[in-house]
T-cell receptor, first 115, second 112 residues
Framework: DGGITQSPKYLFRKEGQNVTLSCEQN?????MYWYRQDPGQGLRLIYYSQIVNDFQKGDIAEGYSVSREKKESFPLTVTSAQKNPTAFYLCASSLQGNLLAAEAFFGQGTRLTVV | QQQVKQSPQSLIVQKGGISIINCAYE??????FPWYQQFPGKGPALLIAIRPDVSEKKEGRFTISFNKSAKQFSLHIMDSQPGDSATYFCAASNSSASKIIFGSGTRLSIRP
């Protein structure tokens, strides 16, 4: 089955720790995205990548880092510099370069809680 | 200019009624307008989408109406059912930029 897989589904982090959220897709999509979702605030873009070994900051990149070493993988690290990391994190992918670019496919999300 | 404004924030509709969610945008370079549906604890899923050269698109009980001159588009859900209860996001994209801008979401509840 083609799709996008996020892991883990739930993650608990102690204050001061870095944690990495996994995102893998087998849709052969060029573009991948990380969004943060907070209650009542919709989806806010953290980072996105249009091609391997390249990525751009979104609207709320501070305290986060990403890598895109493989087309299928786009892990997100939540660093200790992120002051309020408790949220629902969504990874997505889409085709690029045509009018289908906006049809993003989302993973099931990772709920991160700071304890 | 990159924003997509969505309203209302929450909506309660009786079963069988029509649910209407509205969105507005500023950037005239946007050329694709999808709607996503999200159930609690799940990722959003594409529901229906429209291009600006079309004023309306219908898929089953879901219809997008698009007003290019007003830079507005809306989602209509006919004969709303309890299973339609979810959060709905409108979005806009400039396909050449490969960046998707989402509205803030509407939490829809359908009362039986």
């Amino acid at each position: 089955d083609g799709g996008i897989t996020q892991s883990p589904k739930y993650l608990f982090r102690k204050e001061g720790q870095n944690v990495t959220l996994s995102c893998e897709q087998n849709l052969n999509h060029d573009a991948m995205y990380w969004y943060r979702q907070d209650p009542g605030q919709g989806l806010r873009l953290i980072y996105y990548s249009q091609i391997v070994n390249d990525f751009q900051k979104g609207d709320i990149a501070e305290g986060y880092s990403v890598s895109r070493e493989k087309k299928e993988s786009f892990p997100l690290t939540v660093t200790s510099a992120q002051k309020n990391p408790t949220a629902f994190y969504l990874c997505a992918s889409s085709l690029q370069g045509n009018l289908l670019a906006a049809e993003a496919f989302f993973g099931q999300g990772t709920r991160l809680t700071v304890v | 200019q990159q924003q997509v404004k969505q309203s209302p924030q929450s909506l309660i509709v009786q079963k069988g009624g029509i649910s209407i969610i509205n969105c507005a945008y500023e950037n005239t370079a946007f050329d694709y307008f999808p709607w996503y549906q999200q159930f609690p604890g799940k990722g959003p899923a594409l529901l229906i989408a429209i291009r600006p050269d079309v004023s309306e698109k219908k898929e089953g009980r879901f219809t997008i109406s698009f007003n290019k001159s007003a830079k507005q588009f809306s989602l209509h859900i006919m004969d709303s059912q309890p299973g339609d209860s979810a959060t709905y996001f409108c979005a806009a994209s400039n396909s050449s930029a490969s960046k998707i801008i989402f509205g803030s979401g509407t939490r829809l509840s359908i009362r039986p």
